[in-house]
């Protein structure tokens, strides 16, 4: 058997020093977490063209990437799953309220640094605060760094 990560996408997003977040509940019963709109890679899909679909169906935004903010490698004990997250920074356009948001996903939420910190707990994982200091050190990486070929 050949062992392969789960390559998943997320969206790092920044508007007057507040940060978008989810608010999910992965599973039933599972317990409320954070995270930046993020999700698993969909076959065929390019990874650009994840984050913005990830985080149209999590938050009912329009993503526009403007860079690669880094790529992160997470091994979590609690399910025995390798993570591959490639994570994006860029802004936001149009917002449609009416849109039904995906399963397991209870809100999207503008939240400061200070208050994601304050619900450190509350994270779906260590690549949520890390994605932010690295926005924040101002890591940045041209989109060009990734290529995908059509089928």
Not at 7 to 15: F, G, Y
Not at 64 to 81: M, N
Request: glycine letters at 8%.
């Amino acid at each position: 058997m050949i062992w392969k990560p789960n390559v998943t996408v997320a969206a790092v997003v920044e508007q007057n020093g507040r940060y978008l977040l989810v608010e999910e509940e992965p599973e039933a019963g599972s317990g409320l977490f954070l995270n930046q709109p993020a999700g698993h890679l969909d076959p065929g899909e390019s990874i650009i063209h994840g984050a913005i679909r990830e985080t149209l169906e999590e938050t009912a935004y329009t993503f526009v990437p403007e860079y690669v903010l880094g790529i992160y490698q997470w091994y979590s004990h609690c399910v025995d799953t390798t993570y591959l997250r490639f994570a994006f920074g860029g802004h936001v356009t149009q917002h449609d309220p009416e849109r039904k948001l995906d399963t397991g996903i209870l809100q999207a939420t503008w939240y400061s640094v200070d208050e994601i910190n304050q619900m450190h707990h509350r994270h779906r994982s260590p690549l949520v605060m890390q994605c932010i200091h690295d926005h924040l050190a101002g890591k940045r990486y041209p989109l060009e760094l990734l290529t995908h070929y059509e089928v």
